[in-house]
């Protein structure tokens, strides 16, 4: 792609593209469960949509506006209703932007920095508290090497995919299975620019997943297929949105990659896998959920159960602005799982997995990954020691099971213990005592 500046240049285009398209029906507002959940008296949309608007010109639109768009958790259901062909949640994710940049320059930079640093940090500990160098060479680029022919996809793990890692070494067996070539990329330092794109900071963003984008179009593959719903927003929401020249691979999600190659996967999925499965959904990435039950719904022996839980967001995380929610919604699942007599409760994606693993104990069901029960039905295991680690709750305990991988790392153990206590016991919805769960 193009220097920072020119894709800063296209970004403020398209952002003057949906001011000048958007006619403030309030079509996108009406859709959205977030003004209800907010308690935002919207109307008929058009206010608030107006107020949008005004933030992409100016800054400023309103106190009702900017709680619409800095409280959005991407669930989608925008993406179909406007008539002008505007993709409401790229929109919002512009007005962020644009209230974020109100902010220091410098202290935009030092948000963006910080939490770069942090999930730096994260990962690359974790992974490597439950991975020996050979197994997280599979997970590395430097893995794959130069080749004379491109791979058939790349896999893009996303960067915090890797503090699950047993969830990323079974995706590649799958792909092994299925015959298919593929290039790994993933880890800080092939990040989607998230972390920079939300505290305003553009131009560390536009040039973090510009350089990771021209990794990827160097391979010659002809697909990038993602883990992480944030990671593919980025690219095909707000990178697209702004393009300098055709993209040169199509993106889309692992499940709906599996799920077109079902015919392929089926023959394979020979071991029954006896259980009653419930899914803990998020309905935000378009096709994912729909797949994710296409594949599991393939697998001998396993009844899907529907939980009739509605959903929001497009995973876990995307609800952070709106934490009671997010506690009712983990805590609702939980209850409708246990009164379905599930034996195991499948997540989806790697940031729900942190969460929902921890509260395994107080509850009569497994919880996994619904690669796990993929897994598991062509043969194919790999320990989660990231949910061993969480249920010790513990510190010393971790530390003292990880001794041995600390070793071999040659980690810091005074380093390793900041990462337990900010990146496994810190991070918690809700407190693993059941009793303590919010009720509806």
């Known amino acids: 792609m193009d220097g920072q500046e020119t894709f800063i240049d296209r970004l403020d285009g398209q952002a003057r593209a949906i001011t000048d398209a958007c006619t403030a029906c309030g079509a996108c507002v009406r859709a959205c469960p977030t003004p209800g959940l907010l308690g935002l008296a919207a109307g008929d949309g058009s206010v608030i949509a107006d107020g949008v ?4 010109r100016s800054g400023a639109g309103g106190d009702t506006a900017a709680a619409w768009a800095n409280a959005c958790c991407g669930t989608g ?3 179909s209703v406007c008539e002008e062909g505007i993709n409401p949640r790229v929109m919002l994710a512009m007005a962020r932007r644009r209230l974020a940049e109100t902010a220091p ?7 963006g920095k910080d939490a770069f640093k942090a999930m730096s940090r994260g990962v690359r500990v974790l992974s490597r508290l439950q991975l020996p160098p050979e197994l997280m060479n599979r997970l590395s680029p430097a893995s794959h090497p130069e080749r ?15 503090k699950t890692p047993h969830i990323g070494l079974l995706c590649l067996d799958v792909l092994d299975r299925l015959g298919v070539s593929y290039a790994v990329f993933g880890g800080p330092a092939n990040c ?3 972390l920079q794109f939300r505290p305003g900071d553009t131009a560390n963003s536009a040039r973090q997943i510009g350089s990771t984008m021209d990794r990827f179009a160097r391979t010659g593959a002809g697909q990038v297929v993602s883990w992480c719903p944030t990671c593919q927003m980025q690219m095909s929401e707000i990178m697209t949105a702004v393009p300098a020249e055709p993209q040169p691979f199509d993106t889309l999600m692992l499940p709906v990659f599996l799920a077109r190659h079902l015919d392929a996967l089926r023959p394979l999925m020979t071991t029954p896998v006896n259980k ?5 959904e998020y309905p935000g990435s378009p096709g994912v959920i729909d797949a994710v039950k296409a594949l599991l719904g393939a697998i001998p022996g396993l009844e899907l159960v529907d939980l009739e839980h509605p959903g929001v967001g497009y995973q876990m995380s995307s609800l ?3 934490p009671d929610l997010q506690k009712r919604h983990i805590a609702g699942t939980f209850r409708q799982a246990e009164a379905k007599g599930v034996q195991a409760l499948a997540g989806v994606f790697h940031a729900d997995h942190r969460e929902l693993v921890s509260h395994q ?8 990954n619904y690669m796990e029960l993929i897994g598991e039905s062509l043969g194919l295991r790999h320990p989660d020691l990231f949910k061993r680690m969480k249920l010790m709750q513990d510190a010393d305990d971790i530390l003292a099971a990880a001794k041995d991988m600390i070793a071999l790392h040659g980690l810091d153990a005074e380093e390793v213990r900041a990462v337990i206590l900010s990146d496994i016991l810190g991070e918690q919805k809700l407190p693993p005592d059941r009793a303590l769960h919010p009720v509806d």
């Open 53 to 56: 608007r005004d933030i992409l």
């Open 77 to 79: 259901n925008c993406l």
């Open 105 to 111: 320059e410098a202290e935009r930079k030092d948000k």
């Open 148 to 162: 004379d022919t491109p791979p058939d996809i790349v896999f893009y793990t996303g960067c915090n995919m890797l």
């Open 192 to 194: 989607c620019g998230i």
């Open 276 to 280: 009653r499965v419930a899914l803990h």
């Open 320 to 322: 952070d602005a709106l």
């Open 361 to 368: 104990n107080e509850w009569p069901f497994e919880i996994v």
